[in-house]
């Protein structure tokens, strides 16, 4: 599969084609004449990538946040979750396959683990629909969260959507009523919980399985209470860009943590979390078994209240 680049990774796109038709020719003459040109054209690519990804605005951040060779939710539990079994459906209405869930071991520790998939080719992205989670995914969710409680495990979530599905459906089966109260079943859960935003963040269709004890961010991810072509079409009726409009949002990790939205950063592999997935989610992993070691002493009371203060310090001047 051709790899995808973005508008503003023309330049890498260039030399790594070049970095391919030496390759191929090398191959052809087997006389390794073209080794030391290959090799410094690789390493000039390295390089204009670390600059190009060291100094990237609001909305190429958007778009790296979507790009579509980004690690997803299976990645994810793949490389940290052991023995994961799947649990489906929310014993109402339908499995809703834009999020997932069940019960697994995170580096040994029994775990509940769920969260937003979009699929990656044509026929995953139509059976997760995705990303959009409908009323079912969060009636899931919150099924989950209710045997984490029940058996005192810790929840891990993955957040990577553009929005919860506003369908004609979904609104008739109550879609904000299931955000809210999957919202509130995490502000409330009996357990400890770590959230992750792992690319888009997008409105309540994030925030209902997003409110943990700590919230995470990748480097490149962003959050938001809507995607910036919505707010350019409701703010400004279409008058100016998605691009003004990401960057007046403060959509970005380093713009969150400012506002003290989330409270650690995950950096990324120079070129961003798609140019090395098994070194992005090990760093994951690693920021995840850290938060979860300094929740582990506290009581479910002593959870509850550090949740509460979290969130309430939002918009007051950031936590103390």
């Excluded at 459906?89 to 071991?105: P, S, T, V």
């Excluded at 969260?145 to 005192?152: D, H, K, T």
């Excluded at 072509?229 to 691009?243: D, H, Q």
Aim: proline share 4%; aromatic share 6%; net charge negative.
């Amino acid at each position: 599969m051709a790899a995808h680049y973005l508008e503003f990774e023309r330049p890498i796109a260039d030399l790594e084609a070049k970095i391919e038709e030496l390759s191929k020719l090398s191959e052809t003459t087997g006389s390794g004449a073209l080794d030391a040109e290959i090799a410094a054209l690789r390493a000039r690519a390295q390089e204009v990538r670390r600059q190009a990804y060291a100094k990237l605005d609001a909305w190429q951040k958007t778009q790296v946040a979507r790009h579509p060779d980004r690690p997803h939710f299976v990645d994810y539990c793949s490389g940290l979750i052991e023995e994961f079994v799947e649990l489906r459906g929310d014993r109402k209405f339908a499995d809703d396959q834009a999020i997932l869930g069940g019960l697994g071991r995170f580096r040994g520790q029994p775990v509940v683990v769920m969260g937003h998939e979009k699929g990656r080719d044509t026929v995953g992205r139509v059976k997760h629909n995705f990303g959009y989670a409908r009323p079912e995914g969060y009636r899931k969710a919150i099924r989950l969260m209710e045997l984490a409680e029940r058996f005192n495990l810790p929840v891990i979530s993955f957040v990577d959507t553009p929005a919860a599905y506003p369908g004609v459906g979904s609104e008739e089966r109550g879609v904000a009523e299931a955000i809210a109260r999957s919202t509130e079943k995490c502000l409330m859960l009996e357990a400890p919980m770590v959230a992750v935003v792992t690319g888009e963040g997008g409105s309540g269709g994030a925030l209902g399985i997003a409110c943990g004890n700590r919230v995470l961010i990748l480097e490149h991810a962003i959050y938001s209470v809507i995607p910036p072509e919505g707010a350019n079409s409701i703010l400004w009726r279409g008058a100016r860009t998605a691009e003004e409009a990401a960057k007046a949002m403060k959509i970005t990790a380093q713009d969150l943590i400012g506002m003290k939205i989330v409270d650690r950063i995950i950096a990324e592999p120079p070129g961003g979390a798609h140019a090395d997935k098994e070194a992005t989610i090990q760093a994951v992993g690693d920021a995840i078994e850290d938060e979860l070691s300094k929740l582990a002493g506290l009581s479910i009371p002593a959870l509850r209240e550090q949740r509460a203060e979290r969130f309430y310090a939002i918009g007051r001047g950031g936590l103390q």
